[in-house]
């Protein structure tokens, strides 16, 4: 019998929630909920209780490579096992990465393929729609699951309802891009319109099917890049320059929509109705309209105080935020940037990344706190000839072997037991001691023990630029010369 393969789609920068998405650290690793998940953890738990007659295998999860670590980390802090992550080395938008999949699963799997960025808070209305077209992708049908709409959106795609068949979906009348105001109107009051929610299940075999008739270029430049994959450690990588060639596009435009004009593919095209508080957390607004609020409209999260505020956004992440008199405004800060935004014109951030991006400033790719597979780092001061960071390891791992040209660097341990490999000398350091790493010397930090280890690290020299370093040997696989990180 089938099984139910979850396909997270976890690709995808999130430009409109600059500061805190970031293209290194975007919005689906984000803890945007009260429940302290991230977006791709709640995603992956988002099954659970489903029907147990519907057995179920562990999450293929397609992702950027450069987000490899994080996706894994999160799966295991969710407890999800059996995972396997496909990394792609480009994207090439959701229609490229469900073939992906389907070409990783079982052949007669049913795939759920669900984005690693949406919010439901009715989960249980999911797990109904989703045993309802559970029975229709097992007879071939693919399946999408539309939104029924609560207001007049602008900023979503929609599926017309044809009439309903026996099983508690519809056929599919049509398509329709984001509509103007006037027209969201009319669709809302018809009641035959919901929103495109990029929820689809289908079988792996009918997917491969449809790709093979609609867009054949696409599946076999899918199918050449995973006959010259590679696997290491849980990691399953596509061949970079195959798969860069891929043509690019989504499920609904490659496949979905041309679906219910080619009855005679046999893949019939089926909708079924979804209320569960969704929605696509694309811009701070959003985010807005799903968090519980205050009496005048506000919400956010941090240390904030507002005064004379009202229906706002405030989300602080390290320092107060304080306002007096304003209404519709979002104000999110971080340790290296604050967004001031107008709440009707959030999708208008997307433009402050790209200017970032044309003058070359880290801000729109990487936060001050940067992530590594051994934990993370935290440039907390800098100067001519010096940076300070906050560096913290996690129990069992270990920094690359590595050296540095240009710097010299002091480690003093705040927390935890340090294991310092400094030139030819391996030994411990515990709380309050420290060492000296010359420059030239090959050196690596470790945490042999059980809790994380946490040192302060102060770099002197004429370039501290993290692109500065010679790896030697690395744990995670990174490549073993100049790299830009450490």
Same mark, same amino acid.
């Given at each position: 019998?089938?099984?139910?393969?979850?396909?997270?789609?976890? +690709?995808?920068?999130?430009?409109?929630?600059?500061?805190?998405?970031?293209?290194?650290?975007?919005?689906?690793?984000?803890?945007?909920?009260?429940?302290?998940?991230?977006?791709?953890?709640?995603?992956?738990?988002?099954?659970?209780?489903?029907?147990?007659?519907? &057995?179920?295998?562990?999450?293929?999860?397609?992702?950027?490579?450069?987000?490899?670590?994080?996706?894994?980390?999160?799966?295991?802090? &969710? =407890?999800?096992?059996?995972?396997?992550?496909?990394?792609?080395?480009?994207?090439?938008? *959701?229609?490229?990465?469900?073939?992906?999949?389907?070409?990783?699963?079982?052949?007669?799997?049913?795939?759920?393929?669900?984005?690693?960025?949406?919010?439901? *808070?009715?989960?249980?209305?999911?797990?109904?729609?989703?045993?309802? +077209?559970?029975?229709?992708?097992?007879? +071939?049908?693919?399946?999408?699951?539309?939104?029924?709409?609560?207001?007049?959106?602008? =900023?979503?795609?929609?599926?017309?309802?044809?009439?309903?068949?026996?099983?508690?979906?519809?056929?599919?009348?049509?398509?329709?891009?984001?509509?103007?105001?006037?027209?969201?109107?009319?669709?809302?009051?018809?009641?035959?319109?919901?929103?495109?929610?990029?929820?689809?299940?289908?079988?792996?075999?009918?997917?491969?099917?449809?790709?093979?008739?609609?867009?054949?270029?696409?599946?076999?430049?899918? &199918?050449?890049?995973?006959?010259?994959?590679?696997?290491?450690?849980?990691?399953?990588?596509?061949?970079?320059?195959?798969?860069?060639?891929?043509?690019?596009?989504?499920?609904?435009?490659?496949?979905?929509?041309?679906?219910?004009?080619?009855?005679?593919?046999?893949?019939?095209?089926?909708?079924?109705?979804?209320?569960?508080?969704?929605?696509?957390?694309?811009?701070?607004?959003?985010?807005?309209?799903?968090?519980?609020?205050?009496?005048?409209?506000?919400?956010?999260?941090?240390?904030?105080?507002?005064?004379?505020?009202?229906?706002?956004?405030?989300?602080?992440?390290?320092?107060?935020?304080?306002?007096?008199?304003?209404?519709?405004?979002?104000?999110?800060?971080?340790?290296?940037?604050?967004?001031?935004?107008?709440?009707?014109?959030?999708?208008?951030?997307?433009?402050?990344?790209?200017?970032?991006?044309?003058?070359?400033?880290?801000?729109?790719?990487?936060?001050?706190?940067?992530?590594?597979?051994?934990?993370?780092?935290?440039?907390?001061?800098?100067?001519?000839?010096?940076?300070?960071?906050?560096?913290?390891?996690?129990?069992?791992?270990?920094?690359?072997?590595?050296?540095?040209?240009?710097?010299?660097?002091?480690?003093?341990?705040?927390?935890?037991?340090?294991?310092?490999?400094?030139?030819?000398?391996?030994?411990?350091?515990?709380?309050?001691?420290?060492?000296?790493?010359?420059?030239?010397?090959?050196?690596?930090?470790?945490?042999?023990?059980?809790?994380?280890?946490?040192?302060?690290?102060?770099?002197? =020299?004429?370039?501290?630029?993290?692109?500065?370093?010679?790896?030697?040997?690395?744990?995670?696989?990174?490549?073993?010369?100049?790299? *830009?990180?450490?």
């Amino acid at each position: 019998m089938s099984k139910l393969t979850p396909v997270i789609m976890c +690709g995808g920068s999130g430009t409109r929630l600059w500061p805190l998405s970031r293209e290194h650290y975007p919005k689906q690793f984000l803890s945007l909920s009260a429940d302290g998940k991230s977006m791709l953890q709640n995603t992956a738990s988002r099954l659970s209780g489903l029907n147990s007659s519907i &057995q179920q295998t562990g999450p293929i999860l397609v992702c950027n490579a450069e987000h490899r670590f994080l996706a894994a980390q999160q799966l295991q802090e &969710q =407890g999800i096992a059996g995972a396997k992550l496909v990394l792609e080395p480009i994207g090439r938008n *959701t229609a490229p990465a469900l073939t992906l999949a389907a070409l990783v699963a079982e052949p007669d799997a049913v795939l759920l393929a669900m984005p690693a960025d949406h919010v439901m *808070t009715r989960p249980e209305q999911l797990h109904q729609a989703a045993e309802t +077209g559970w029975a229709l992708a097992q007879d +071939g049908a693919m399946v999408t699951f539309g939104i029924v709409a609560d207001r007049p959106e602008t =900023g979503y795609g929609y599926i017309q309802k044809g009439p309903a068949d026996n099983n508690g979906a519809f056929f599919i009348q049509s398509f329709a891009e984001k509509p103007s105001a006037q027209v969201a109107e009319q669709y809302l009051a018809s009641g035959q319109y919901l929103w495109n929610s990029g929820l689809f299940m289908v079988r792996a075999d009918q997917w491969l099917k449809a790709m093979a008739a609609l867009q054949p270029a696409m599946l076999q430049a899918c &199918q050449q890049s995973m006959v010259q994959s590679t696997t290491d450690m849980d990691f399953i990588r596509p061949h970079a320059e195959i798969f860069g060639a891929c043509p690019s596009d989504s499920i609904d435009y490659a496949v979905m929509e041309k679906l219910p004009v080619t009855p005679e593919l046999g893949v019939p095209a089926r909708v079924v109705p979804l209320d569960a508080g969704w929605s696509d957390l694309g811009a701070w607004d959003a985010l807005w309209d799903v968090l519980p609020k205050d009496a005048h409209g506000n919400t956010g999260s941090g240390e904030t105080l507002a005064v004379d505020t009202r229906n706002s956004l405030l989300f602080s992440e390290s320092r107060l935020i304080a306002t007096v008199g304003l209404e519709n405004v979002v104000i999110v800060e971080t340790a290296d940037a604050v967004l001031v935004a107008d709440k009707r014109r959030t999708q208008d951030v997307k433009k402050v990344v790209a200017e970032l991006k044309a003058q070359k400033r880290s801000m729109a790719s990487t936060h001050r706190k940067v992530h590594r597979p051994w934990g993370w780092y935290d440039s907390i001061d800098s100067g001519e000839r010096f940076q300070v960071k906050r560096i913290v390891v996690n129990p069992g791992a270990k920094l690359s072997l590595q050296m540095h040209h240009h710097r010299a660097e002091h480690w003093i341990v705040v927390k935890g037991t340090a294991e310092v490999t400094n030139g030819d000398e391996t030994f411990l350091l515990g709380e309050n001691e420290s060492t000296f790493i010359p420059l030239g010397h090959a050196h690596r930090l470790a945490n042999p023990g059980k809790v994380p280890l946490e040192i302060i690290e102060v770099q002197s =020299g004429s370039y501290l630029g993290e692109d500065d370093i010679v790896r030697f040997e690395d744990t995670y696989g990174r490549a073993p010369v100049v790299q *830009t990180a450490k």
